[in-house]
């Protein structure tokens, strides 16, 4: 079998490097964090690469509010400007600069790090999966983004980020829903348990309208996607009768299919935690790139 070339990251600093530049833990008016410097506001720009691109303007002056009251607690994280000497980029807190502007402040405090490109984009998705107020499609689009762009598993994000696999596994699986019902999700007309309860469903889309308009409980939603899901694909227990996957089964044999590019079932224990994993190659060199895959070269 040909051997194939391996991925390389090619980045110096780990995920939890990065994590530690961004998190504000340690940022409170009591204890604010040291920046390096002080910037004049004109010398500071934005990252033209910057993945958050909506500001919202009431937040936005809210905060110019408390920047006048008590200062900007957390510093800005830049590097040195490219082609622009005495001038620097913003790799996160462009929020902060901008409400500093709308406050009239002159300077702003700043960590100055020299960072690539590369790592430049992944610190600004990290800062914007810490937001408060992310909401669970923007959240899981982060997680996409740092898994697809730069390699990282889904254990080593939630050991840098202090977040569980499982919270990590499930918002991704929101993603395979129908941009309809993602973007209830992003609005607020519906919570993630109940966007969860709808994976895999064939109805999906008709049922979160039905959702919506009896405002449903999340258990309400689970209920009914589960009476009414009677063109789900059916498997076979080991006494022979006929039993229904269940959501979150269907949407990890999807998943796992479409990492894998081979058809992927699962089939659980009647009785117990255990069951069958079972991963079909068509060729001898797609039994080649599972076993690159399962052995992580």
């Given at each position: 079998m040909a051997e194939k070339p391996t991925r390389t990251r090619g980045l110096g600093r780990g995920l939890s490097a990065l994590m530690a530049d961004v998190t504000s833990d340690d940022a409170s008016p009591e204890r604010p964090r040291r920046a390096d410097m002080r910037i004049p506001v004109e010398q500071v720009h934005p990252n033209p690469d910057q993945p958050r691109r909506s500001f919202d303007d009431t937040a936005l002056a809210e905060l110019a509010a408390s920047i006048r009251e008590k200062g900007i607690i957390q510093p800005l994280i830049v590097r040195p400007a490219p082609g622009q000497d005495g001038h620097y980029q913003i790799v996160a807190g462009e929020r902060r600069w901008r409400a500093s502007q709308i406050a009239q402040l002159h300077?702003?405090?700043?960590?100055?790090?020299?960072?690539?490109?590369?790592?430049?984009?992944?610190?600004?998705?990290?800062?914007?999966?810490?937001?408060?107020?992310?909401?669970?499609?923007?959240?899981?689009?982060?997680?996409?983004?740092l898994m697809d762009r730069f390699g990282h598993t889904q254990d080593q994000m939630a050991s840098a980020l202090g977040k569980s696999r499982s919270h990590i596994a499930n918002l991704l699986r929101l993603l395979n829903l129908p941009d309809d019902i993602q973007v209830h999700v992003v609005?607020?007309?519906?919570?993630?348990?109940?966007?969860?309860?709808?994976?895999?469903?064939?109805?999906?889309?008709?049922?979160?309208?039905?959702?919506?308009?009896?405002?449903?409980?999340?258990?309400?939603?689970?209920?009914?996607?589960?009476?009414?899901?009677?063109?789900?694909?059916?498997?076979?227990?080991?006494?022979?009768?006929?039993?229904?996957?269940?959501?979150?089964?269907?949407?990890?044999?999807?998943?796992?299919?479409?990492?894998?590019?081979?058809?992927?079932?699962?089939?659980?224990?009647?009785?117990?935690?255990?069951?069958?994993?079972?991963?079909?190659?068509?060729?001898?060199?797609?039994?080649d790139d599972l076993l690159r895959a399962l052995s992580g070269t």
């Amino acid at each position: 079998m040909a051997e194939k070339p391996t991925r390389t990251r090619g980045l110096g600093r780990g995920l939890s490097a990065l994590m530690a530049d961004v998190t504000s833990d340690d940022a409170s008016p009591e204890r604010p964090r040291r920046a390096d410097m002080r910037i004049p506001v004109e010398q500071v720009h934005p990252n033209p690469d910057q993945p958050r691109r909506s500001f919202d303007d009431t937040a936005l002056a809210e905060l110019a509010a408390s920047i006048r009251e008590k200062g900007i607690i957390q510093p800005l994280i830049v590097r040195p400007a490219p082609g622009q000497d005495g001038h620097y980029q913003i790799v996160a807190g462009e929020r902060r600069w901008r409400a500093s502007q709308i406050a009239q402040l002159h300077d702003v405090p700043a960590i100055v790090r020299e960072y690539n490109d590369t790592e430049v984009l992944e610190v600004a998705i990290i800062e914007n999966i810490q937001r408060s107020d992310l909401n669970a499609i923007d959240e899981a689009t982060s997680y996409r983004q740092l898994m697809d762009r730069f390699g990282h598993t889904q254990d080593q994000m939630a050991s840098a980020l202090g977040k569980s696999r499982s919270h990590i596994a499930n918002l991704l699986r929101l993603l395979n829903l129908p941009d309809d019902i993602q973007v209830h999700v992003v609005s607020g007309a519906l919570t993630a348990g109940h966007a969860r309860a709808l994976i895999g469903h064939p109805d999906a889309s008709a049922l979160a309208r039905q959702i919506m308009k009896k405002g449903l409980s999340v258990r309400e939603a689970e209920n009914l996607a589960r009476t009414t899901q009677d063109d789900t694909p059916k498997r076979r227990t080991s006494a022979g009768r006929a039993t229904t996957k269940d959501a979150d089964t269907l949407q990890i044999e999807a998943e796992l299919a479409a990492t894998l590019h081979m058809p992927v079932s699962i089939d659980h224990d009647s009785k117990g935690e255990g069951g069958k994993l079972s991963v079909k190659y068509g060729n001898l060199e797609q039994l080649d790139d599972l076993l690159r895959a399962l052995s992580g070269t």
